[in-house]
């Protein structure tokens, strides 16, 4: 018997977790779990294994994660990183009854006949861990691979500046970039052979080039991640911090529950069929916030409900949910039954619990009162020189996209940052939004024309834009 390896994709936050199970034993490791456990339960019953332990990298900012929910089943030993300082350390187990052990570096501890080393690998923040796994049981002397967590991706690094971008910790960047220059000396020592399972893909925050492949191995990234290429640290530490993406709001929260405490779940919120009707009740109310979610913008600019978010069921829809709306709120979706699930996962996943009702899209179109619509505009239909004396520009992009070409007199406020800053935006006339694609723009178009602005979406792709070629 070998050892049973499953990595679990978490496709709207573009996340793994890993199960490792042992199966001579029947006992399994769960490696940077969410918070809704039940479907790497699943997994395990299904392959005749038992979750005896759970374990992750780091304490993350992206997602809520499920070792508390793990803990308060008394069965499975949860393995903490010790290292790191007394600012990075766990706070939720202690005067806990929960069974807690904390990891140094180079601390082992098995799984059946699996062998599980901590590395301490600093960098993306200071406590972070990777664990080397040797498969004993399969008669192995080294190991098969490396959990790398937040450290190395396929193709990138994970980032090093969120402690000061995304928790406040200012002047942590640069220190930060030298300890992850260390860590990669570490990882480079490794053998070629040696696998790399990262805790993210495509489409994650946590780094600026994350490959879409799923696994790596030590040798190919040594050979092609241009991260990874320095010859010295002080181009390295140049090079990691230019160009990364404006982190979520809600990665600060994230933070401080995973330190503090994560809300036990139990099961998952079961949000209500309702009539479109109840919906405009409760929004006009000012209880609610309603999040459409219909997977074509030009159907929302087209008519929905007034004062509505709107957030794309998809890769996006946690990035603007946590960047939108207050976690306390009571959140109505519009989308139909089969895909509540998935929604209600989502949004549990980075703490947003308060799910009360939902209403198909079909019942939209079927509402008189489902009347409320928003301009859009074709970026190639825009003219050369858009007037800034009449509109506000917003563009919704990041810094450094905005610092390659934008239009001019433009006002740049990341799509992310934007519910924050939204007093920078001058009320005397009405507003343009654009970002790459229009998909950014038409979530912060919803949200301008939630807040009072009279909005018009520029839709399309900014390449298309007539007076890019004067700008270039």
């Known amino acids: 018997a070998v050892m049973f390896f499953r990595q679990v994709m978490d496709q709207e936050l573009a996340q793994y977790a890993y199960v490792l199970g042992c199966q001579r034993t029947g006992e399994a490791l ?12 699943e997994i395990a019953k299904e392959e005749g294994l038992c979750i005896v332990a759970a374990t992750e990298t780091h304490i993350h900012a992206d997602f809520l994660s499920g070792l508390r929910e793990f803990a308060e089943n008394h069965q499975v030993t949860i393995y903490l990183s010790g290292e790191g300082g007394d600012d990075c350390a766990y706070v939720w187990p202690k005067n806990s009854d929960y069974d807690v052990r904390e990891l140094k570096d180079n601390d082992e501890f098995m799984i059946g006949n699996i062998c599980i080393r901590a590395l301490h690998t600093p960098g993306h923040t200071p406590e972070h861990i990777s664990f080397l796994i040797t498969d004993t049981g399969g008669g192995a002397t080294e190991p098969i691979g490396i959990a790398s967590g937040d450290f190395v991706f396929v193709g990138d690094l994970g980032r090093p500046d969120l402690l000061e971008t995304a928790s406040g910790l200012s002047g942590a960047q640069d220190p930060s970039a030298r300890q992850l220059y260390k860590s990669t000396e570490r990882f480079l020592a490794l053998e070629d052979h040696l696998q790399v399972w990262p805790g993210h893909g495509a489409g994650s925050a946590c780094g600026k080039a994350l490959g879409a492949v799923p696994t790596s191995t030590v040798g190919y990234e040594r050979k092609f991640n241009t991260a990874l290429g320095f010859k010295n ?10 160009g990364q993406p404006a982190p979520p709001l809600y990665f600060a929260r994230m933070k401080e529950l995973n330190r503090e405490g994560v809300p036990i779940l139990g099961t998952l919120p079961a949000p209500k069929l309702c009539a479109i009707e109840d919906l405009i009740l409760q929004s006009t109310a000012g209880h609610a916030v309603i999040i459409d979610t219909r997977p074509d913008r030009k159907q929302f600019m087209a008519g929905h409900v007034a004062g509505s978010l709107y957030a794309p069921l998809g890769i996006s829809f946690a990035m603007i949910v946590g960047s939108y709306v207050d976690p306390a709120a009571e959140i109505y979706l519009i989308l139909d039954e089969e895909r509540v699930n998935l929604a209600v996962r989502t949004l549990v996943r980075i703490g947003y619990d308060n799910i009360v009702g939902f209403t198909p899209p079909s019942e939209l179109s079927s509402s008189r009162l489902v009347n409320h619509t928003l301009p859009r505009v074709e970026f190639s239909d825009l003219g050369a020189n858009v007037c800034v004396d009449e509109w506000t520009i917003v563009d919704v992009r990041g810094e450094s996209e905005f610092e390659t070409a934008h239009i001019p007199g433009a006002l740049n406020i990341a799509h992310t940052r934007l519910a924050s800053r939204i007093n920078e935006v001058p009320r005397g006339k009405p507003v343009m939004t654009y970002c790459r694609s229009g998909n950014r723009a038409s979530a912060a178009t919803a949200l301008l024309a939630r807040e009072g602005f009279e909005v018009t979406l520029v839709d399309g792709a900014f390449q298309d834009w007539a007076g890019l070629r004067q700008e270039l």
């Open 30 to 41: 769960i490696i940077d779990p969410g918070r809704d456990i039940d479907r790497y339960t």
């Open 233 to 242: 640290e002080e181009t390295f530490v140049r090079s990691i911090l230019v």
